[in-house]
């Protein structure tokens, strides 16, 4: 992990050769047996998205698409939530006009359009679509925050109605697994947020605050911990509706077994 950071987050993380390299480390590693890895390097690999796609992204263009290979790698070998955060991170890019800021005469982009509904998940839940207000929408769209911040709470956002709408269907909403949801949507993440931006902006991104972490180093760890929780209530949630699905199975299996059986019966009679 140390080697993917020091190569993705370096001078060097502009050309697609390197990202190349540190990406095959990774996947050699994740078929080898450390299939955690392809986590931590996916939430990484966001962040080099959003730290270099809204700047001066022409510097970097060999490996921005080099680390849109990469995601896709990894993506493949288990990191599927990376899907979300990328293509959240791909329409603020494209609606903001981000790819055409540093043509001089280039025109100003365009009114951002409606967020349009996103498609279904591999588990048949449908995913709706975000509402217009809320304390994360709004956050998303707050520009004195990092842009791999923004990233993180887009994708917290996502994943926190993903798992609200996977509750509601088994009935789950006032468990404790949707007090924790609403709790990270409504409260944990902007409490996080908040206490970020009443840092100096001119000292919030470089000056060490604990263990030499910056401010920003601090939040994205924090968001980091919170897109970990809704991924662990998402996962609560496919193992009891598994459970289900197991059981009638079973059911199934049990009853047209019966059914076979018995039809069998006056064939053997017959024979004999």
Do not use: C
Not at 2 to 7: R, T
Not at 69 to 81: D, H, K
Not at 157 to 175: P, W
Not at 184 to 194: Q, S, T
């Amino acid at each position: 992990m140390a080697f993917f950071a020091s190569s993705v987050f370096s001078p060097a993380g502009r050309r697609a050769a390197v990202i190349a390299r540190a990406t095959a480390v990774v996947a050699l590693l994740t078929v080898l047996g450390a299939t955690w890895l392809v986590h931590p390097a996916a939430g990484m690999l966001l962040g080099y998205l959003g730290s270099h796609a809204f700047g001066r992204w022409r510097r970097a263009k060999s490996g921005l698409i080099a680390a849109l290979v990469a995601a896709a790698v990894l993506i493949a070998l288990g990191a599927n939530w990376l899907v979300y955060p990328v293509f959240v991170m791909s329409l603020v890019w494209l609606a903001s006009g981000a790819w055409g800021r540093e043509e001089r005469r280039a025109p100003k982009a365009p009114p951002a359009p409606e967020p349009a509904a996103l498609p279904a998940q591999n588990s048949g839940t449908p995913l709706v679509t975000a509402p217009a207000d809320g304390p994360l929408v709004a956050l998303i769209r707050d520009e004195r925050l990092p842009p791999d911040a923004r990233a993180q709470l887009a994708a917290l956002n996502l994943r926190t109605q993903e798992a609200l709408s996977l509750l509601k269907t088994q009935g789950l909403e006032g468990s404790e697994a949707g007090y924790l949801t609403r709790a990270i949507r409504e409260e944990y993440a902007p409490g996080a947020v908040n206490a970020y931006l009443k840092l100096p902006r001119s000292l919030a991104d470089t000056a060490p605050i604990q263990e030499g972490k910056t401010g920003r180093a601090l939040l994205n760890e924090q968001l980091e911990l919170l897109l970990s929780g809704v991924q662990d209530v998402i996962s609560g949630t496919l193992q009891s509706g598994s459970q289900e699905l197991l059981t009638h199975g079973r059911f199934l299996r049990d009853r047209f077994a019966k059914v076979e059986a018995d039809l069998r019966v006056p064939v053997e009679v017959k024979a004999k």
